[in-house]
T-cell receptor, first 114, second 109 residues
């Protein structure tokens, strides 16, 4: 089974802090994604990557950056955390496909910014 | 940009009743996927539909993709307490999937 592991299940940070959320997948998937999930808003795509060192903006990239130095690892960075970034962050991966990407999600990282 | 609307937002049923959630896209989709998220869990892939008019079944779950490939539905026959959770549709193409906001299903035993 594909496993997507997110390093922190729960984090509490202060406004202005730099925050790193790490995600590792063990099935050699080409594509990796970061979503945030908020009540009533569903899942919204922040960034995705289809190859090492490649990244593409999703629907809500403002305030975030990403890093993909190795194929198995995709990091989400909040340069200066703000309270409106309090959310559940979900990492996902998928194999390369000509058609649709079937996503395998990690367990999520719940971030609270005070 | 592409929008995927999902209704209803919430549905509460008695165990044994049927349940349906609907998904509509503002644009033609190349495919649609359905995911289930149990309370406290993460989304888990259920199924993918690709062809116009496609119907797929998984035990008590029936998934349909519209003829115009702009809408889809998930129907659960005779719900059980294990069906509780949020059901998401997701449509798109290539790398990018756009998720609906989900339908939260609760089941009264």
């Amino acid at each position: 089974d594909v496993k997507v592991t997110q390093s922190s299940r729960y984090l509490v940070k202060r406004t202005g802090e730099k925050v790193f959320l790490e995600c590792v997948q063990d099935m050699d998937h080409e594509n990796m994604f970061w979503y945030r999930q908020d009540p009533g808003l569903g899942l919204r795509l922040i960034y995705f990557s289809y190859d090492v060192k490649m990244k593409e903006k999703g629907d809500i990239p403002e305030g975030y950056s990403v890093s993909r130095e190795k194929k198995e690892r995709f990091s989400l960075i909040l340069e200066s955390a703000s309270t409106n970034q309090t959310s559940m962050y979900l990492c996902a991966s998928s194999p390369w496909s000509l058609g649709a990407n079937v996503l395998t999600f990690g367990a999520g990282s719940r971030l609270t910014v005070l | 940009g592409q929008q995927v609307m999902q209704i209803p937002q919430y549905q509460h049923v008695q165990e044994g009743e049927d349940f349906t959630t609907y998904c509509n896209s503002s644009t033609t989709l190349s495919n649609i996927q359905w995911y289930k998220q149990r309370p406290g869990g993460h989304p888990v892939f259920l199924i993918q539909l690709v062809k116009s008019g496609e119907v797929k079944k998984q035990k008590r779950l029936t998934f349909q993709f519209g003829e115009a490939k702009k809408n889809s539905s998930l129907h659960i026959t005779a719900t059980q307490t294990t069906d509780v959770g949020t059901y998401f549709c997701a449509g798109g193409s290539n790398y990018k999937l756009t998720f609906g906001k989900g339908t939260l299903l609760t089941v009264n035993p």
